[in-house]
């Protein structure tokens, strides 16, 4: 499968589009999956619980969007979002949740809200509009 070419102000030498997915439900997972690799991201992390997705952040570069659910085993969205922000603050994080009432502290966090269920065109949109 042929990359995706990303070029920086300063050099002409294409970036990988890397993307994390935070979710424990598998059928989630397969969906935002086929949405990423249809719009370009070549490199998909998933992690099933907040505590996978904090180890891998601390280690390895940093992802361009990470779309994560807000119930997690053990560690909730917002506290996993609050660790990604802090190694990766160039980070876009979508909060896809059924969970409303965290909407406004997703928004205090920079991070864009979307209340499930919804489409997966919405999603394919949203993602287009904060794509880095």
Do not use: C
């Not at 609050?82 to 966090?109: F, N």
């Not at 499930?116 to 794509?131: C, D, G, H, N, R």
């Amino acid at each position: 499968m042929p990359y995706a070419m990303r070029t920086t102000g300063r050099s002409n030498v294409p970036q990988v589009k890397t993307a994390a997915i935070v979710e424990d439900d598998e059928d989630m997972i397969y969906v935002y999956s086929k949405i990423l690799r249809n719009l370009g991201y070549d490199s998909i992390f998933v992690a099933r619980n907040g505590e996978e997705m904090i180890r891998w952040i601390a280690g390895a570069p940093s992802p361009w969007i990470v779309i994560m659910d807000y119930k997690l085993p053990s560690i909730n969205g917002l506290d996993v979002a609050k660790e990604v922000l802090r190694h990766s603050p160039g980070t876009k994080i979508i909060m896809a949740t059924a969970y409303d009432e965290i909407s406004g502290k997703a928004a205090s966090l920079g991070l864009s809200f979307m209340q499930k269920p919804f489409s997966m065109k919405t999603l394919a949109k949203e993602m287009e509009t904060i794509e880095p």
